[in-house]
């Protein structure tokens, strides 16, 4: 059973296009988030979902939107995709105070032409 | 400001021996502090974590990490080391006690030779 699962693993696409990211998590998590690691491996979270309300929101630009249709489901959309969005997107969920750790999904690696 | 700091990019060690890898904060409040470990093309997984209490925590796979609040360190180890411990390890302090968020170290790559 896939605790966190994510869609697709791999997304290949050229500049300018639109794309989602969907993450699903079966553990009855309150809160989710998207982390996104480059290509030196450094991770930095980009938002973060308690029960369907947006809780962070770091400086990334307009052109990525969260949406959480409900507490098991936090998607990402991607407009107009640029060179520099290419990394591997994490989605990962907690029970939802700070003090519990994070499940992470297996990652989308998005790759931009 | 606030940060979190993994000293070493690599840590080479043969396997049967202790490993230690680093992790210094700065951090305002009590922190909180965790170590996750990410195999090669997967997700992160969590390997254990300080709240408060004991200095000394357990985790999963034998790794243990030591809380030092006068060196603001919180080292992970384990007293002998398995080739299949490679991986990179990723040291995590909570920033934000509204928000939960969490930022990352830049990784350590743990080699374990045979």
């Known amino acids: 059973d896939t605790a966190v699962s994510q869609t697709p693993k791999y997304l290949v696409t050229q500049m300018g296009n639109d794309k989602s990211i969907k993450c699903e998590q079966n553990l009855g998590h309150d809160t989710m988030y998207w982390y996104k690691q480059d290509s030196k491996k450094f991770l930095k979270i980009m938002f973060s979902y308690n029960n369907k309300e947006l809780i962070i929101n770091e400086t990334v630009p307009n052109r990525f939107s969260p949406k959480s249709p409900d507490k098991a489901h936090l998607n990402l959309h991607i407009n107009s995709l640029e060179l520099g969005d290419s990394a591997v997107y994490f989605c990962?969920?907690?029970?939802?105070?700070?003090?519990?750790?994070?499940?992470f999904g297996p990652g989308t690696r998005l790759t931009v032409t | 400001a606030q940060s979190v700091a993994q000293p070493e990019d690599q840590v080479n060690v043969a396997e049967g021996n202790p490993l230690t890898v680093k992790c210094t904060y700065s951090v305002s409040g009590n922190p909180y502090l965790f170590w996750y470990v990410q195999y090669p093309n997967r997700g992160l997984q969590f390997l254990l974590k300080y709240i408060t209490g004991d200095n000394l925590v357990k985790g999963s796979y034998g790794f243990e990490a030591e809380f030092n609040k006068s060196q603001t360190s919180f080292h992970l180890k384990k007293p002998s080391a398995l080739v299949s411990d490679s991986a990179l390890y990723f040291c995590a302090v909570r920033v934000d006690y509204n928000t939960d968020k969490l930022i990352f170290g830049t990784g350590t790559r743990l080699q374990v030779f045979p």
């Open positions: 990962a969920s907690s029970q939802g105070t700070a003090s519990y750790e994070q499940y």
